[in-house]
């Protein structure tokens, strides 16, 4: 009985030892993390310095401010970052002092009180005490800002009606239907200022889907015949007869018109939502596929052909193209310059007419 106590006795004095160490450990910890955030807190507010240090300069680059008003501007934002370390680093410093006056052993934070500027806490509780606690950095989730932005991107998606040019002939002798055939393109594109100084003129330039249906009228369809295509009446009664050109182009513009100006100190943004604006360019790009589809009825049963094939169209894409609008809704040309099919006796070439949106 006697050699049970004293077992009992030794154990329970390597658990307290124990316990007592792993209560240190974790004490250091907490002070480490709090050291560390001292030096993080110098970091953010020189670099929250820095970037209005770079707007007043922007503005005194601009004529917007005086170089007197601009000293005055980086004393100011100066002398609150100073500030902002020694208050910051103050509250730090004091929550140290109070882990080494209680080794550690203070009441519980909430997790309101673990958040800090740049950290987010991730735990759980257990009766009102937090268990493990894990610390996310969102300083690098937060991007910087540019006291002026002279690149903008958008999507862009255009649809409206196709048809082709022929040599020598008009458009109302067109052998594709004038409402049935239409186009459709989306892609993206970036809008580049030109000027410095001036939003007037801005280069846009991305890439683009094209999507360009032929309809041909009389009953006709799509047929091979060695390096030449050509129209065929179809034995049967079509539904539907329709050749598609996908192609994959990338467009470039030089884009005009005013836009409105909102400055503050710390930026300079160029709006153009709600004004009128047209651009003139061109694109170029590769066809990427060809299919035709037909669809017709044979002793009563409903069949849909697909067949895709290359029907000797053009393998490159080029051509001009041009849209005039307000905001982001315009009306929207383009006109390849390259003919439809290699090798044609008479040479054709898509036009497309519609509404291009950007958004």
Avoid: C
């Avoid at 030794?10 to 907490?30: D, P, V």
């Avoid at 470039?252 to 710390?266: D, I, P, Q």
């Avoid at 694109?283 to 017709?296: D, E, M, V």
């Amino acid at each position: 009985m006697k050699k049970l106590s004293t077992f009992l006795v030794i154990l329970f004095l390597a658990f307290l030892t124990q316990s007592l160490l792993a209560q240190n450990e974790k004490y250091q910890r907490k002070v480490e993390k709090l050291e560390k955030q001292k030096t993080r807190i110098t970091a953010q507010e020189k670099d929250a310095l820095k970037i209005e240090i770079s707007g007043i300069n922007e503005q005194l680059e601009r004529g917007v401010i005086s170089p007197e008003k601009a000293q005055e501007l980086k004393e100011s934002v100066a002398k609150k970052r100073a500030l902002n370390i020694e208050n910051r680093i103050a509250i730090i410093e004091n929550r140290i002092s109070l882990l080494e006056r209680n080794n550690g052993d203070v009441i519980a934070e909430t997790m309101n009180d673990t958040l800090t500027e740049d950290q987010i806490r991730i735990g759980i509780d257990i009766n009102g005490k937090p268990s493990e606690e894990f610390f996310f950095s969102t300083k690098n989730w937060k991007r910087e800002l540019r006291y002026d932005r002279r690149t903008y991107s958008d999507f862009v998606i255009a649809i409206g009606l196709n048809n082709a040019l022929i040599d020598d002939e008009s458009l109302s002798d067109s052998p594709y239907k004038i409402g049935g055939s239409r186009f459709f393109e989306m892609g993206w594109q970036w809008r580049t200022r030109v000027f410095k100084n001036s939003n007037f003129v801005r280069l846009n330039y991305g890439f683009s889907f094209q999507f360009n249906g032929l309809k041909p009228v009389d009953n006709q369809f799509f047929v091979e015949n060695g390096d030449q295509t050509e129209l065929q009446e179809f034995l049967l009664e079509l539904s539907k007869s329709k050749l598609r050109m996908d192609n994959l182009v990338f467009p470039v513009h030089f884009e005009f018109g005013s836009s409105r100006v909102r400055e503050t100190e710390k930026t300079i943004r160029y709006n153009i939502d709600r004004s009128f604006r047209f651009g003139i360019g061109g694109y170029g790009g590769f066809n990427i596929g060809t299919r035709q589809k037909l669809k017709y009825q044979e002793n009563g049963e409903r069949i849909k052909d697909k067949f895709k094939r290359d029907y000797n169209t053009a393998d490159l894409i080029y051509g001009v193209s041009a849209y005039a609008g307000f905001g982001g809704t315009q009306l929207y040309l383009k006109y390849d310059l390259n003919p439809i099919f290699r090798d044609a006796v008479v040479e054709q070439r898509n036009i497309s007419l519609g509404f291009r949106f950007d958004l």
